[in-house]
Structure formats: C-alpha cells, structure tokens
C-alpha cells in the first residue's frame, strides 16, 4: 500500500491542533510472512498490535520511501498509514488506519502528539485538521492544485527540543484557527517561521524564498526540513536562489480519492 509525505500547515506540539498537506513524495510497503526484518519501534509495535489482537502471523516488512528519516516531512506517519493499510487489507481486518496509527505512534515513543494530522493527510491526501490529543479529526479539505512546494529535505534534526513549542499554546492555536478559517497561506507561514525561531533554526531560507515570492515557507514538523509553496509558473527565483543552501527537491501536493 501506498501513503504520501507532507508538510506543515500547523504544528501540533504547540496545542495539540494540528494540520497538514500532503505532497507527492511516496511510501510503499509490502508484506509478506515470515521473521519480523525492521526493529524500528513503531514497526514493531503495529506488528506486535495486529498479532496480539487480530492473530496476524510474523511479518517480514519491505519499505521503500522518498522521504529522508527524522526530517519533518512526515515519513513515520506515511510508513505507519501504509503499514497498517497494507495489513488491514491482506487480512481483512477493519480498522481507522490513522487513528491506530496515532495510538500506536504514542505508545512507540516515535511521536509527541500522535501525529494524527500527519497519519490523516499521509493515508487520504489533501489537507487535514485534527485534535491530536482527543484523536479527533475536524476536518479535511482538498489542496490546492495551482502550487508547488520546494523542499530543502533534510533528515535527522540532532539537538532540538520540540516540547519548546509547548510553551506557546496560545499562539499555535490562534494559527490554528488563521488556517481552518481558510487562511491557509497565511497560516503557513506563521507557522512555519514561529517554529523555525523557537526550536532555532536558521530563517535565512524562509527570509530568502517570500522575498522572492513564496506564499508560505519555514520550518516543516520540528524540522530540520525547509519548505517553500508557490503558485505554478513562479518558482523558478526560488530554484535559482536557494541552490546556495543545498539540494532541492519540488513536489506538488497531492489529493487521493476514495
């Protein structure tokens, strides 16, 4: 089964209000019997849940994702979604494929808040609006199809403490609210540049791209992954730009239908 990367609309550790679109950067995962093969612990823990309760036998997993590990760009959820699809499918049992991956990325420790908005728009494209903490989806839209998103992908995010976040929930909600009323660029961009000063990351990037144009750019998740959306046809100073601050990848966001 196949589940897609995104980006921040809104970070979900500042209030536990979150929101994000999907981009075409894919994850596929297939499964087949045999030994367990990943010991990463939100794997285990989905093969471990479905074995326990369902009597599904070991899996070997296979992964194959475009998205770098640890960089914001949503690559746990996208596994998870596609992990517990793949399996509900293969052995016909119902489940809330985001949802279950919410529950069962807090119970790995791979995640602060769920990471429900994540889980919703990695497994249905488009962009979602959860309430991480009650598990609760709000919300989901289509995305805008007259933009691209340029990303600085960048895995591993080292020393950054994303519970720093938790110390503005006043401002992530109000954020929040800016995009579910359909300020989506605005929003964005509040967002994206309040994580980039609060967890430390160089604004220089996100300074550099709505100079030159962007409608909305920063820091995607806690980082360390830049973003910059633009209308189609008006990248290319961006392009041109921010080839200085390594390499770039351009996706489209995606909407999935069914």
Same mark, same amino acid.
């Given at each position: 089964?196949?589940?897609?990367?995104?980006?921040?609309?809104?970070?979900?550790?500042?209030?536990?209000?979150?929101?994000?679109?999907?981009?075409?950067?894919?994850?596929?995962?297939?499964v087949?019997?045999?030994r367990?093969?990943?010991?990463?612990?939100?794997?285990?823990?989905i093969?471990?849940?479905?074995h326990?309760?369902y009597?599904?036998?070991?899996?070997?997993?296979?992964?194959?994702?475009?998205?770098?590990s640890?960089?914001?760009?949503?690559?746990?959820?996208?596994?998870?979604?596609a992990?517990?699809?793949?399996?509900?499918?293969?052995?016909?049992?119902?489940?809330? *494929?985001?949802?279950?991956?919410?529950?069962?990325? #807090?119970?790995? $420790?791979? =995640?602060y808040? /769920?990471?429900l908005?994540? @889980?919703?728009?990695?497994?249905?494209?488009?962009?979602?609006?959860?309430?991480?903490?009650?598990?609760?989806?709000?919300?989901?839209?289509?995305?805008p199809?007259?933009?691209?998103?340029?990303?600085?992908?960048?895995?591993g995010?080292g020393?950054?403490?994303?519970?720093?976040l938790?110390?503005?929930?006043?401002?992530?909600?109000?954020?929040?609210?800016?995009?579910?009323?359909?300020?989506l660029?605005?929003?964005?961009?509040l967002?994206?540049?309040?994580?980039?000063?609060?967890?430390?990351?160089?604004?220089?990037? *996100?300074?550099?791209?709505?100079?030159?144009?962007? #409608?909305?750019? $920063?820091? =995607?998740?806690? /980082?360390?992954?830049?973003? @910059?959306v633009v209308?189609?046809g008006?990248?290319?100073?961006?392009?041109?730009?921010?080839?200085?601050?390594?390499?770039i990848t351009?996706?489209?966001?995606i909407?999935?239908?069914?």
């Amino acid at each position: 089964m196949q589940a897609y990367g995104g980006v921040s609309v809104v970070n979900a550790v500042g209030s536990w209000f979150g929101s994000s679109m999907a981009v075409d950067l894919k994850v596929e995962v297939t499964v087949r019997e045999g030994r367990p093969n990943i010991e990463d612990p939100l794997i285990k823990e989905i093969l471990e849940f479905f074995h326990r309760r369902y009597g599904v036998p070991d899996l070997e997993v296979e992964v194959r994702s475009e998205i770098p590990s640890g960089s914001g760009l949503k690559s746990s959820s996208a596994v998870s979604t596609a992990l517990i699809g793949e399996i509900s499918r293969t052995y016909g049992v119902q489940v809330d *494929v985001p949802k279950l991956s919410a529950i069962l990325s #807090l119970k790995a $420790g791979v =995640s602060y808040t /769920g990471a429900l908005d994540d @889980a919703v728009a990695a497994y249905f494209g488009g962009i979602s609006f959860t309430h991480n903490k009650e598990f609760k989806v709000i919300r989901r839209d289509r995305a805008p199809e007259d933009v691209k998103v340029i990303l600085l992908a960048r895995g591993g995010r080292g020393g950054v403490d994303p519970n720093r976040l938790r110390g503005f929930p006043l401002l992530f909600r109000s954020i929040f609210e800016l995009a579910i009323q359909g300020r989506l660029w605005e929003a964005m961009r509040l967002n994206g540049i309040a994580v980039a000063e609060i967890l430390g990351y160089s604004k220089e990037p *996100v300074d550099d791209a709505l100079r030159r144009g962007a #409608l909305a750019s $920063g820091i =995607s998740g806690n /980082g360390p992954s830049y973003f @910059a959306v633009v209308k189609c046809g008006e990248e290319g100073p961006i392009l041109d730009s921010w080839t200085k601050f390594g390499k770039i990848t351009v996706v489209r966001p995606i909407n999935l239908e069914g």
